[in-house]
């Protein structure tokens, strides 16, 4: 697997994700009904149009926040997450449009070893997302337990 174990992280290192997508409204309406989410400012191009200041439908803030961390995954913690501990300060500074094609960023903010398990610790990552126009449409603070490399 090609994540990068606990003593592989360092404070203040940055990815620069190379994988890119193009957000599609297909995105949005499969992601908004899987989840039961029956905003009209997602999934009805006709109020986004007549009754909203975007005049188009934005894109699902979760999957916004879901395809952030899945995009990071694979430079950073594909394989060597134990879990997900927690996200905070959640931000979408600017809306997320379908036909808009992102790009992350990852900065190491912080790292403590686990106090309860000595085979894991701690990361916090500072994730962003960007559009085309490298405007910010997202960012959080995430935690993940992640394993030490094996003895």
């Given at each position: 697997?090609?994540g990068l174990y606990f003593e592989e992280f360092s404070v203040g290192q940055t990815f620069q994700?190379?994988?890119?997508?193009?957000?599609?409204?297909?995105?949005?309406?499969?992601?908004?009904?899987?989840?039961?989410?029956?905003?009209?400012?997602?999934?009805?191009?006709?109020?986004?149009?007549?009754?909203?200041?975007?005049?188009?439908?934005?894109?699902?803030?979760?999957?916004?926040?879901?395809?952030?961390?899945?995009?990071?995954?694979t430079d950073t913690t594909v394989g060597t997450t134990i879990a997900n501990l927690g996200m905070?300060?959640?931000?979408?500074?600017?809306?997320?449009?379908?036909?808009?094609?992102?790009?992350?960023?990852?900065?190491?903010?912080?790292?403590?070893?686990?106090?309860?398990?000595?085979?894991?610790?701690?990361?916090?990552?500072?994730?962003?997302?960007?559009?085309?126009?490298?405007?910010?449409?997202?960012?959080?603070?995430?935690?993940?337990?992640?394993?030490?490399?094996?003895?």
């Amino acid at each position: 697997m090609p994540g990068l174990y606990f003593e592989e992280f360092s404070v203040g290192q940055t990815f620069q994700h190379e994988l890119r997508r193009t957000v599609t409204e297909m995105d949005n309406m499969l992601f908004s009904n899987m989840t039961l989410n029956p905003q009209p400012l997602h999934i009805d191009r006709h109020f986004c149009e007549t009754q909203t200041e975007w005049g188009q439908p934005l894109m699902n803030s979760l999957f916004t926040l879901g395809l952030m961390i899945g995009i990071a995954v694979t430079d950073t913690t594909v394989g060597t997450t134990i879990a997900n501990l927690g996200m905070k300060e959640v931000r979408f500074p600017h809306p997320l449009f379908q036909g808009d094609t992102v790009h992350v960023t990852s900065e190491i903010i912080s790292t403590r070893e686990s106090k309860s398990r000595p085979d894991a610790g701690i990361v916090e990552f500072h994730h962003k997302t960007f559009n085309q126009d490298d405007i910010l449409v997202a960012e959080c603070l995430r935690h993940a337990f992640m394993r030490r490399k094996p003895a």
